[in-house]
């Protein structure tokens, strides 16, 4: 197929979109995955801005052509902030036949549909559960199809390279991933130069991704393709000046340990143990050696906490990393750093749960273990991060609180934050507020739990240091000396004044801020994490419909900020959306006595922006 | 001319804390307490520089008697803050207190591992096969129909050997000894100098739920003729008269005790301890009484690289090859783009 030049001048230029959502999805096995994130990178290099949401299944390679074991990766990027991965994709793009199924439902009506119809066979349509073809009867008639035989075009484009029929099927991908890049004209140079870094050692798959990536983007040159499946336009967003790269919240939050250590002058020592959605933490921190980093993979999630401690004990920021289920293992742990009173910072990326619950999906259900999972009177500071971005100053205000206060540190991420990428401005260090720990020293008058009057931190004496010599445990202590103490008064002002340290917090943060609309009004959307994004967008367009409609979203879990009741009490209407079944709710009522009412979506999948926008609309008739 | 002053030698009770001591009356704890007080003295060693960790137990209160740095943990993990600790400051003496429920029930797990890292630290597992501070349940080393609220009818587990478990898991230091026997201190002594995990069991009598479970090795009237205490390089002979000894059972894999003087034995007949010999300990650490005596001293010493050093070194190595990169490096790392 060829294009007259006659043609090609007298076609009208590209059409211009605002933004565009894409989702890629096939087989565990397929590398879409790959695909997606080396799309996402090629589109920040053209200076969209962009958000990302893999959405895998925790088999690592579940059967082939199942509907359970389709690995899907959307992309949502635009001339415009776009702070979510999308509601629905304008672009499916489906590489076998449980790849449309599973994510057909989810398509925006009239959106396209790519797929390959070489992984069409009767065999896949089975496995997938289609009694007949979707392809010929009228499942895909709401939609525009793209169906190409894909299989087939990648094996004739490498077919000279001589690989195993296997070995050319599996640059079916980067084929598709050609199509794309040409479809939103991004560029191959930087896929082509990865590729070429990924196969070193075996140059032959290098040069077949190659070809079947260039395969791919001459296809779209060449073809007649018309509409909206034709070369399509979308400026870059207007950003501040800066370096930029692209960052994964998983990427964000170990960089702001790593930094957050920096500023308190202390070693970063890592105890942490493999568990999804985590692990990157671990994954990344094992890698930065050459920055004086110590980790260590311990043998479960309850060495990993204690080492941790025991690092902090010794004078390093002793760090753990985990999930619900790996935090439930550490709880006691925790009450012996709470009872202690040692730093440390205890990450915990948020999955569905309970139990083992969906390890690579995403939900905010443990807010509820932050605040209040550990036995006795056992408060934690617990802070939220936003954004992936945002997960960066978050570590940092997390690693700030627990060596100022003595404390353990709760920080929240979750599965959509850690795996979901997005532009990041890449601040200075030089630029950032150092906050030097002092250690005692001075064995005049020392006393292990001799206070700061102000903020009601022990002094921090760690082993090494002459004169200062003394003993520490999860024992309840006498209030001055530290020693033992099983005296009924002393616990009592003990306990006190643990919660009072924790409190006080309060004074030391900032007062919570409306993020959109007014200080005051009808109704107030507030929430926390990785919710931001979706319920700013619903904000935003509801405003737009001239509703009277704020957002307010909280950094600090606990202690709440000291404006934060006054500011409900400012609106008619509270409604708060989360992935879970009310715990921040909950929390809001048992603090405020405030008539907060949920939007509550526990599905493993984030917000979409319509089903926000739909509960504030629905909230603003009931109330007009 | 520099004139030397020698130092005050130091006296146990000058690593003593100001705390009273808790444990009841008679507990072989004191004994122990004391050796090890008696060690540090003997080094001189620089209380500001010690660290004595514990979890759970009657033997967990041991670092509160102590004048050195201390750190009272939870049950069974005592094993992973000396891990953290040794990675934030591998310069610290790390001391770390455990017993047969603490180290080998609930805390099992982590003692493997620390005994497999060989992190630098003395490991003490005092061993009175029961729980004492829960109130006398029968223990993971208790013998089988060991009567106790838990076990009313007698326990019908079989116990775990601790010194087995510990060569099992890779230790590459194995002692035992007994509380009130002289020779602890020595043992605890070439613990503390060993460099890696350094894995010590103490027999250690319970006077309240326990009372009497070794007497037939450690009484006066019973301890020559059921105790042998190791000695490297020398042929391991015990005995009251110092009549009986180990060979290798001829025509077989195992140990057999003989009679000095008796079927044509002599001296050259015995097996001499190896320390450094894997296989040799493997078999002393399973001998029983009362066919056997109790082997005491120390059964192996093979040292090897330490956890801590190894994981200081590979940051070192690293931090030199990438030539101590600045960390705003790390965030600009990866493919970036100017916007102006």
Request: hydrophobic share 40%; with cysteine; net charge negative.
């Amino acid at each position: 197929m060829t294009v007259s030049a006659a043609e090609k001048t007298s076609a009208p230029p590209p059409p211009e979109r605002v933004s565009a959502v894409i989702r890629f999805a096939g087989d565990s096995g397929d590398g879409m995955q790959l695909t997606g994130t080396q799309f996402a990178q090629s589109t920040a290099l053209m200076g969209n801005d962009l958000a990302t949401f893999p959405d895998y299944p925790a088999e690592i390679r579940a059967p082939a052509g199942t509907t359970f074991g389709v690995s899907a990766f959307q992309i949502h990027f635009g001339a415009v902030d776009v702070l979510t991965a999308g509601d629905a994709p304008d672009i499916l793009v489906a590489m076998n036949p449980a790849a449309l199924k599973v994510n057909l439902p989810n398509l925006k009506d009239g959106g396209m549909v790519v797929v390959d119809i070489g992984a069409f066979s009767a065999k896949n349509l089975k496995k997938a559960g289609y009694d007949t073809n979707p392809l010929e009867d009228d499942t895909l008639s709401k939609y525009q199809t793209l169906e190409l035989d894909i299989s087939k075009m990648t094996l004739e484009a490498v077919k000279h390279l001589e690989l195993t029929n296997k070995e050319a099927l599996r640059c079916k991908n980067m084929w598709t991933l050609g199509l794309m890049l040409w479809m939103f004209g991004r560029k191959r140079g930087p896929i082509i130069d990865w590729l070429k870094g990924k196969f070193a050692k075996r140059p032959e798959l290098a040069e077949a991704n190659i070809t079947a990536l260039n395969a791919g983007h001459a296809f779209g040159e060449t073809a007649e393709l018309s509409g909206s499946l034709a070369h399509q336009e979308i400026a870059p967003v207007k950003v501040e000046p800066g370096l930029y790269r692209t960052i994964t919240g998983a990427e964000s939050i170990s960089l702001g340990l790593v930094v957050g250590a920096r500023l308190a002058d202390l070693t970063l020592m890592l105890g942490s143990y493999p568990i999804t959605p985590a692990s990157t933490v671990l994954h990344n921190l094992a890698r930065w050696k050459q920055y004086g980093v110590i980790t260590f993979q311990a043998e479960d999630e309850i060495a990993a906490i204690c080492s941790a401690i025991g690092a902090s004990y010794a004078g390093a920021l002793g760090v753990t990393s985990s999930s619900g289920p790996g935090i439930a293992l550490k709880g006691e742990a925790m009450g012996l750093a709470i009872s202690t009173e040692l730093p440390l910072v205890i990450v915990n990326v948020q999955r569905g749960g309970p139990s083992t619950g969906l390890p690579t999906k995403t939900e905010q259900s443990d807010l509820y273990q932050a605040v209040f999972g550990r036995n006795g009177d056992a408060p934690m500071p617990v802070i939220a991060a936003a954004t992936p971005v945002d997960c960066f100053d978050a570590a940092i205000e997390a690693v700030r609180l627990a060596v100022k206060y003595m404390t353990p540190v709760l920080l929240l991420s979750d599965g959509y934050l850690a795996n979901a990428a997005e532009h990041w401005r890449v601040p200075d260090i030089a630029d950032m507020a150092p906050f030097p720990v002092e250690f005692a020293h001075d064995p005049e008058g020392f006393q292990p739990f001799k206070r700061d009057p102000e903020t009601l931190a022990r002094n921090w004496a760690i082993p090494g240091t002459p004169g200062l010599e003394h003993r520490i445990g999860g024992i309840e202590k006498d209030y001055d000396s530290g020693n033992i103490s099983y005296d009924p008064a002393n616990h009592q002002r003990m306990t006190e004044v643990r919660r009072d340290k924790i409190l006080g917090i309060a004074r030391d943060i900032p007062e919570q801020d409306i993020t959109l609309g007014n200080d005051a009004g009808e109704l107030l959307v507030i929430g926390w994490g990785s919710t931001y994004g979706a319920i700013h967008q619903a904000v935003r367009r509801a405003r737009a419909q001239g509703l009277d409609v704020s957002q307010a979203h909280l950094r600090h879990i606990w202690p709440l900020p000291r404006n934060l009741g006054d500011l409900l009490g400012r609106f008619k209407q509270v409604l708060v959306p989360e992935m879970n079944t009310g715990q921040l709710r909950t929390l809001l009522r048992a603090e405020y006595l405030v008539d907060a009412q949920g939007l509550n979506k526990i599905a493993g999948q984030p917000f979409k922006i319509s089903e926000i926008l739909d509960a504030i609309q629905s909230r603003m008739e009931t109330s007009s | 001319m520099t004139e030397h002053v020698a130092p005050a030698k130091l006296k146990p009770l000058d690593y003593a804390s100001d705390q009273e001591v808790r444990w009841c009356p008679g507990c072989g704890d004191y004994a122990i307490l004391r050796a090890v007080q008696r060690v540090l003295a003997d080094n001189a060693v620089d209380t500001a520089n010690t660290v004595f960790i514990s979890g759970i137990g009657c033997s967990s209160r041991f670092p509160y008697y102590l004048s050195t740095y201390g750190f009272h943990t939870i049950h069974g993990r005592a094993p992973a803050f000396a891990t953290g600790i040794k990675l934030a400051n591998p310069e610290l003496e790390v001391w770390l207190i455990t017993g047969d429920g603490d180290g080998l029930s609930i805390g099992g797990n982590h003692l493997l591992h620390v005994l497999r890292r060989n992190l630098d630290v003395q490991i003490m597992l005092f061993n009175n096969e029961i729980y004492g501070l829960t109130k006398g349940q029968y223990s993971p080393t208790s013998r089988p129909g060991t009567h106790s609220p838990t076990s009313p009818l007698g326990s019908v587990e079989r116990p775990v050997s601790p010194c087995s478990f510990a060569l099992g898991a890779g230790g590459q230091f194995i002692a035992r000894q007994v509380d009130i026997h002289k020779n602890l201190p020595a043992v605890l002594n070439r613990a503390r100098g060993f460099r890696g995990a350094a894995f010590v069991e103490i027999f250690q009598n319970c006077l309240v739920y326990n009372d009497g479970v070794f007497d037939s090795f450690t009484q006066k009237k019973t301890a020559a003729d059921h105790q042998l205490q190791l000695e490297h390089g020398e042929p391991m002979i015990f005995g009251a008269a110092q009549d009986k000894g180990l060979r290798v059972k001829p025509g077989s894999f195992e140990l057999e005790v003989v009679a000095l003087g008796e079927n044509g034995i002599t001296e050259s007949d015995i097996l001499v301890h190896d320390e450094t010999n894997r296989a040799l300990a493997s078999q002393l650490v399973t001998l029983r009484m009362p066919e056997f005596p109790v082997i005491l001293g120390v059964i192996y010493c093979e040292p090897a690289a330490s956890y801590e050093r190894a994981v200081l070194d590979q940051i070192d190595s690293a931090r030199t090859a990438g030539g101590a990169p600045e960390l705003q490096d790390l965030l600009q790392a990866g493919r970036t783009w100017t916007v102006t």
